[in-house]
């Protein structure tokens, strides 16, 4: 968060994780999937009042299962911060 002391504030970030995947049992195609994951979040968060803060978010997951076989999910977030 390079400007976390302005009323608006970008930020970014990367990670790294593990992926580990088992479908419900009512599934007819239950394969199990298992790899590495990597994460790429972009969003900002702007200050309402002094305590208050307004953010949001975007990320999208790549969960790599073969060699030749990935999976991309994403997900959004819009959340308030109260600091007391």
Request: cysteine-free.
């Amino acid at each position: 968060e390079p400007w976390s002391d302005k009323r608006l504030s970008p930020f970014f970030g990367i990670g790294m994780g593990h992926y580990h995947y088992v479908p419900n049992k009512s599934r007819v195609n239950r394969h199990e999937a298992d790899g590495n994951m990597g994460v790429f979040t972009l969003g900002g968060r702007y200050y309402l009042a002094s305590r208050v803060a307004l953010r949001i978010d975007y990320s999208r997951y790549s969960a790599f299962i073969s060699d030749k076989n990935y999976r991309n999910f994403q997900a959004g977030t819009i959340g308030l911060s109260l600091h007391f």
